[in-house]
């Protein structure tokens, strides 16, 4: 009879601690999302000025989850209106180059908790199919924000398209426009890599570099191939000047962002007016990938897909000689128009 009590008591007690501990976990789990409902950024003013601590690593998280989940359409109209969500015009978009580290700069500015990144190029201003659908059509496309926050969009066919800046400038004439260039020759065999790898992938064959970026007839670099215009930075940039001013343009060095990418970051957040919130701690090397990784919080790790970095092909040095003589006075005008000098040979 005392051991079925015993036992009895025993249950009781294993029941009320089962009960006890699960109440502690609600509670524990109710604090956190709560805590997690808190605004992102909260920004003073457009975008004031507040400690980096200030912003906690559950604001990026909240943002890397409610925002992720808009993102798939999960949200019902009563969550986007209880949470003051919006679908915003860009304040910043990342015009090109192409093969100039677009992708990976757009990566990294949306470690900033004020910024919102559109996940896929949407080609609204350099498709003539796209921008006959109208601007509704371009915002509907922009993820869901808080209205303190920007949104940045990349599509680099925008750099070198020659409707798109009367386009972007009818949008809005005053928006924050971000050029990101790699030395010409470089990025000009790095667009070149992409085309191949393409061409392979379909069994297909394909010139060699030197065959189409030098004119066989008359021994002169070919600026009829699209990989070499595109190097032309002056040539383009001369176009965008005709509707915006020099100070609405932001280069980033596009070699440097791949070797030593905060003190660029910091440029482009202090160009943006955002408060400085990427650090040291959101980006880490990998030296498996050979390239610079994203970390969001102690949980969440990013890199960027593994078509980045492509070994490119053995160029023949004579040929990027010339290439780069070629390029040498157009990059010297670059300099002197965007009042930044890089180090290129």
């Known amino acids: 009879m005392l051991f079925k009590q015993q036992a009895l008591l025993r249950q009781k007690l294993f029941v009320l601690g089962s009960l006890a501990i699960g109440s502690l976990l609600y509670l524990v789990a109710r604090v956190g999302s ?6 992102i950024c909260p920004i003073e003013g457009r975008f004031g000025a507040r400690s980096q601590a200030e912003i ?30 919006v679908q915003q015009l860009p304040k910043a ?21 004020a910024v919102v990144k559109a996940s896929q190029e949407i080609h609204f201003f350099d498709n003539d199919e796209n921008y006959a ?16 926050q920007i949104t940045i969009e990349k ?12 386009r972007i400038y009818k949008m809005n004439s005053s928006i924050k426009l971000l050029i990101i260039v790699r030395e010409p020759t470089t990025r000009a065999i790095s667009d070149y890599t992409q085309v191949l790898e ?4 379909k069994n297909k064959t ?21 990989a070499v215009r595109t190097s032309i930075y002056t040539k383009h940039l001369e176009r965008w000047l005709k509707y915006f001013p020099i100070e609405q343009f932001h280069v980033v060095d596009g070699d440097r962002l791949i070797t030593e990418p905060l003190p660029e970051l910091q440029l482009v957040e202090k160009f943006l007016n955002l408060p400085p919130r990427i650090s040291q701690y959101n980006l880490y090397f990998n030296a498996t990938r050979g390239f610079y990784c994203l970390r969001f919080n102690i949980v969440f790790n990013k890199c960027l897909a593994g078509s980045k970095g492509r070994i490119h092909p053995e160029v023949d040095p004579s040929v990027i000689t010339k290439l780069r003589k070629f390029f ?6 670059f300099y002197q128009i965007t009042g930044r000098t890089l180090n290129w040979p």
């Not at 990026?60 to 969550?79: C, I, M, P, S």
């Not at 509704?136 to 922009?142: A, N, S, T, V």
């Not at 040498?328 to 005008?333: D, G, R, V």
């Open 155 to 166: 599509s680099p066919a925008y750099f070198i398209t020659e409707e798109v800046p009367e």
């Open 206 to 226: 394909y010139y060699k570099f030197e065959k189409l970026a030098i004119d066989s007839n008359t021994c002169e670099v070919n600026t009829k191939y699209k």
């Open 328 to 333: 040498h006075p157009f990059n010297q005008k």
């Open 133 to 148: 659908k109208g601007i509704e059509w371009y915002r509907k496309k922009m993820p869901f924000s808080y209205p303190q």
């Open 56 to 85: 906690p690593l559950r604001a990026l998280q909240f943002k890397r989850g409610l925002l992720h989940e808009f993102r798939k359409g999960n949200a019902t109209k009563e969550q986007i209106r209880l949470h003051n969500l």
């Open 34 to 39: 709560l805590d997690r409902l808190q605004p």
């Open 93 to 113: 978009i990342i015009i090109g180059v192409r093969k100039g580290g677009t992708r990976a700069l757009l990566e990294m500015l949306n470690l900033h908790p």
């Open 198 to 201: 393409g061409k392979e992938r």
